[in-house]
């Protein structure tokens, strides 16, 4: 039985051990090594934790499924070691307004800029002028957006303009680009933010940028992305470790709290919003009133039983008696706080005399016009006679012009009809003084004809559009007699 007993022990002892510590020359290619920490250790007593680390040497070797959605997501590792980028978008050759509003950090003064755009592989090259795309000479660049590293977001702060996103560059310069269609602004955001991923990654990571600052931290190895962990990473800094569970646990404890207190503002939110009166009510009291700036063109006309808006007939007037001779009538800028005063004492519905004194500068007056007829929601040419105002613009034989513009004109809606019969007659007025007033059919072309009629979608090029507007007013004013019959009383 003893002799039996040794015979037994010493087989055991010849025997390989269970578990063995994996090394790295034995590991076969793709294995994942395992290291169970001691929960005993100095730094690790409050748990117990696996850590899985992944060998530069040991990246797996097996084909990666070439499916599309995978290569969209993520990096393709090749057995030679190299990354497979996903393809780029490059946009060349577009008009968009940009602004620069920050150099290296330092704050800019913002000033919008029609720029030709082009987007590389990893720049984004912004022309003055369109020639300037073939051009090889030196300097020829107005100037060159760096996307590596660079961070893009949209903004509604920083611009009162609609469809602006920021480009920030990783040296701190800060871009506003815009557009007024939202298809063209968006396709050049997706356009650069895959840019921008795709060259920082092959660049060797995203670089962190603080909150709320433009100041970028330094790369570090343990990060996703560069390179690979090494297993003493995660052993340099263990109270660092417990101190992130130490905080993971207190927004546990205290989640159920903030719950109860999210929950308590949504009922007391929705209480406040049962018992709040409704706009009728309001109106009733005379604590709101409708406006007169903002309100649809038909609508307002239904509210005073008229078909033109007695505002508009006010400031006509006015204009008649003391701006026909003045110096740039329409052309020269009011004072912006004063014609926002007027704005808001017509809006109030209150008493409004433009004899007063404070409204002696008749630019006041005629400012306060072009901002009533900019901010109709429908404009005075409306939406759907848009393209063929700019068919019958594109008529050549004078005669036929004149004859499809009439006949436009007559299947406006009458509000529409009567209050541009009045505008342009009192236009033509303003061009019999042209001498003192210097005001020609091409300058108030300028400036009613973005003024009175612009495209429910701007789906083309603004600049583009801006010509016919300029030129079917233009038309419509030199035209005005034979159009709206103006000799008829």
């Known amino acids: 039985m003893a002799s039996t007993r040794i015979t037994n022990l010493r087989t055991t002892a010849k ?42 040497s040991d990246l797996p070797q097996k084909p990666i499924s070439r499916h599309r959605r995978n290569q969209s997501q993520h990096n393709v590792l090749v057995p030679g070691g190299s990354e497979t980028l996903e393809p780029l978008v490059q946009l060349k050759g577009e008009h968009l307004n940009v602004a620069k509003i920050s150099e290296s950090g330092k704050k800019q003064r913002k000033n919008w800029t029609l720029m030709w755009s082009i987007l590389t592989s990893d720049q984004l090259l912004l022309y003055k002028e369109r020639q300037q795309e073939t051009s090889q000479k030196p300097g020829s660049k107005t100037d060159v957006v760096q ?20 480009i ?44 709320n600052s433009t100041e970028y931290l330094p790369r570090h190895s343990s990060l996703p992305g560069y390179g690979s962990a090494s297993p003493n990473a995660k052993q340099r800094n263990p109270v660092h470790r417990r101190s992130i569970n130490m905080f993971g646990s207190s927004k546990l404890k205290h989640s159920t709290s903030d719950s109860a207190d999210k929950n ?18 309001l109106q009733e009291k005379g604590l709101i009133k409708d406006r007169i700036f903002g309100c649809h063109l038909l609508t307002l006309c239904e509210r005073e039983g008229t078909t033109v808006p007695q505002f508009v007939r006010i400031c006509l007037d006015a204009v ?18 004063t014609i926002q005063k007027l704005r808001f004492i017509v809006d109030q519905e209150e008493d ?34 848009f393209q063929p105002f700019v068919e019958a613009i594109k008529i050549k034989e004078p005669t036929h012009k004149v004859q499809a513009m009439k006949k436009l004109i007559q299947e406006l809606p009458k509000p529409n009809q009567d ?8 236009l033509h007025r303003v061009l019999a003084f042209s001498r003192k007033n210097l005001m020609s059919t091409q300058g108030i072309g300028i400036v009613f004809g973005p003024t009175l009629m612009w495209p429910e979608l701007d789906a083309g ?17 030199i035209e005005s007699r034979q159009i709206f019959n103006l000799d008829r009383k």
């Open 320 to 337: 008649d008696k003391r701006g026909l001779e003045v110096d740039g009538i329409y052309r020269v800028s009011g004072n912006l706080a």
């Open 264 to 281: 308590g503002v949504k009922n007391r939110l929705k209480k406040f919003i049962i018992r709040r009166p409704s706009m009728k009510t």
């Open 147 to 166: 996307l590596c590293g660079a961070f893009i977001e949209w903004t509604t702060e920083k611009s009162s303009r609609k469809n602006v996103f920021q």
């Open 419 to 426: 209050t541009m019969k009045l505008l342009f007659s009192h």
């Open 15 to 56: 025997q390989p051990p269970l578990v063995q510590p994996p090394q790295r020359s034995t590991v076969a290619q793709g294995a994942v090594q395992i290291r169970i920490k001691n929960s005993q250790s100095s730094g690790d007593r409050l748990s117990q934790s696996k850590s899985m680390v992944l060998q530069e």
């Open 461 to 477: 090029n603004m600049a583009f559009n801006m010509v016919y507007q300029n030129q079917i007013v233009e038309f419509i004013l």
């Open 352 to 385: 409004l005399d433009l004899d007063h004194s404070q409204w002696e500068d008749i630019h006041v007056v005629t400012g306060a016009l072009k901002m009533f007829f900019r901010e109709l929601p429908e404009p005075l040419f409306p939406f759907r006679f």
């Open 168 to 211: 920030t560059t990783n040296t701190g310069s800060e871009y506003l680009l815009q557009t007024d269609s939202y298809s063209t602004a968006s396709k050049w955001y997706d356009a650069i933010r895959k840019t921008i991923d795709s060259s920082t990654k092959a660049d060797g990571g995203l670089p962190l940028r603080r909150s």
